[in-house]
């Protein structure tokens, strides 16, 4: 699970294996170790209709209803965002990247777009 920031947007990218953890645990939780502080970043499933989030004690929790991540899970479907709120909220399939990285991508889900670049 990759997160990313700017400004007012927080997205969350998965992998094939966080999609399937979250189907199966009901939540998926990674952090980063400052040293003397952590700030510790995960997806918890909920029954609810749209995507949330809260930020307490150095967590930031984005709550997913359950039917958004059956649908990631078992559709083409690429993601779920929600700007009705002050924070944009973004899940989404993390795809192969199209350009050379170092970083292993071998949990990634392939990119569609790469059909249409060769």
């Known amino acids: 699970m990759k997160i ?6 927080i997205r969350y990218r998965l992998t094939k294996s966080d ?12 952090s980063v170790d400052f040293g003397l502080q952590k ?11 749209e995507l949330s989030a809260t930020f307490n ?13 059956d649908e ?3 559709t083409d479907k ?3 965002e929600s700007a009705r709120h002050p924070l944009h909220l973004l899940v989404e399939k993390d795809f192969t990247c199209l350009d050379n990285v170092a970083e292993d991508q071998s949990d990634n889900y392939p ?7 060769l």
């Open 78 to 80: 690429v993601g779920f």
């Open 19 to 30: 999609v399937a953890a979250l189907v199966k645990n009901g939540r998926l939780e990674d």
């Open 39 to 49: 700030l510790v970043y995960e997806i918890q499933i909920v029954e609810d209709y």
């Open 111 to 117: 990119n569609p777009l790469a059909e249409k670049t």
């Open 72 to 74: 990631l899970a078992n």
């Open 57 to 69: 004690n150095s967590t930031i929790t984005l709550f997913m209803p359950k039917k958004m991540i």
């Open 4 to 9: 990313r920031i700017k400004s007012n947007s």
